[in-house]
C-alpha cells in the first residue's frame, strides 16, 4: 500500500533563509508525487507535480522539488521565503493502477520576521 | 469560472442530527472525492467518484453517505452525527484522479 511520511511536523526558518520540506513515501511502482499548500483556513492548492521526465520540478510560488528514487524521497525546496510561505505544507502520493492519492501528515512552516 | 464550491462554511450540529455538505465544481471533471482533515492526521479519503452514477468508499466511509447524479455535484451525508466526525471537511475534483483542486472547506462540529 502507498504511504507517505513527512518527518517534520512544525519548521521555523526566518525570512530570507533556505527551505528544505521532508518527504519520503512508500510504493513499489513509479509514484506520481505532488506537493500541495494550505494557507490558514483555506483549501489546499497545488504547488507542483512529478509524473515522469526530468527530476527536478519547479512550481508555483518558487518552489522546487526533486524526485529521487534511490531514496524514495520528494523533499520541497525554495531559495529563500517570505514571510507569506507561512502555512502547512502536504506531500501526496498516486500511482497509475492505484485508487487513491495519499497525503502525508502535513508540515507547519513558521517564518520569522 | 469559480472551481470547487462547497457550503455551508460553517455548522454546528447535535449528536444525532443529520446534514448534507454541498460540493459542486464548474471545470467538468470526472473525479470528485471527498476528505476530512483532523490534526495530524492529514487527509483521509471519505469517499470518491471517478464519474456520475459511480461512488466507492475511502478510507473512512462510515457514517458517510455519497451520491452523483451529475457531474457538477457531489454532496456528503452525515446520517447521524457522532462527536468524533468534527472535522474540516474538503470536496476536490480532477480531470485523472491525481491533480486535484479544492474547495475552501467545511468546519463542522458535533456536539
Known amino acids: 500500500a502507498q504511504s507517505v511520511t513527512q518527518p517534520d511536523i512544525h519548521i521555523t526558518v526566518s525570512e530570507g533563509a533556505s527551505l528544505e520540506l521532508r518527504c519520503n513515501y512508500s510504493?513499489?511502482?513509479?509514484?506520481?508525487l505532488f506537493w500541495y499548500v494550505q494557507s490558514p483556513g483555506q483549501g489546499l492548492q497545488l504547488l507542483l507535480k512529478?509524473?515522469?521526465?526530468?527530476?527536478l520540478v519547479q512550481g508555483i510560488k518558487g518552489f522546487e522539488a526533486e524526485f529521487k528514487r534511490s531514496q524514495s524521497s520528494f523533499n520541497l525546496r525554495k531559495p529563500s521565503v517570505h514571510w507569506s510561505d507561512a502555512a502547512e505544507y502536504f506531500c501526496?502520493?498516486?500511482?497509475?493502477?492505484?485508487?487513491?492519492?495519499?497525503f502525508g501528515q502535513g508540515t507547519r512552516l513558521t517564518i520569522n520576521p | 469560472n469559480a472551481g470547487v464550491t462547497q457550503t455551508p462554511k460553517f455548522q454546528v450540529l447535535k449528536t444525532g442530527q443529520s446534514m448534507t455538505l454541498q460540493c459542486a465544481q464548474d471545470?467538468?471533471?470526472?473525479?470528485m472525492s471527498w476528505y476530512r482533515q483532523d490534526p495530524g492526521m492529514g487527509l483521509r479519503l471519505i469517499h470518491y467518484?471517478?464519474?456520475?452514477?459511480?461512488?466507492d468508499q475511502g478510507e473512512v466511509p462510515n457514517g458517510y453517505n455519497v451520491s452523483r447524479s451529475t457531474t457538477e455535484d457531489f454532496p456528503l451525508r452525515l446520517l447521524s452525527a457522532a462527536p468524533s466526525q468534527t472535522s474540516v471537511y474538503f470536496c476536490?475534483?480532477?480531470?485523472?484522479?491525481?491533480?486535484?483542486?479544492f474547495g475552501p472547506g467545511t468546519r463542522l462540529t458535533v456536539t
Open positions: 476536490a475534483s480532477s480531470s485523472t484522479r491525481w491533480e486535484q483542486y
Open positions: 510504493y513499489g511502482a513509479t509514484p506520481y
Open positions: 512529478y509524473f515522469s521526465g526530468d527530476t
Open positions: 501526496a502520493v498516486g500511482a497509475q493502477g492505484a485508487q487513491k492519492l495519499v
Open positions: 471545470m467538468n471533471h470526472e473525479y
Open positions: 467518484s471517478v464519474g456520475a452514477g459511480i461512488t
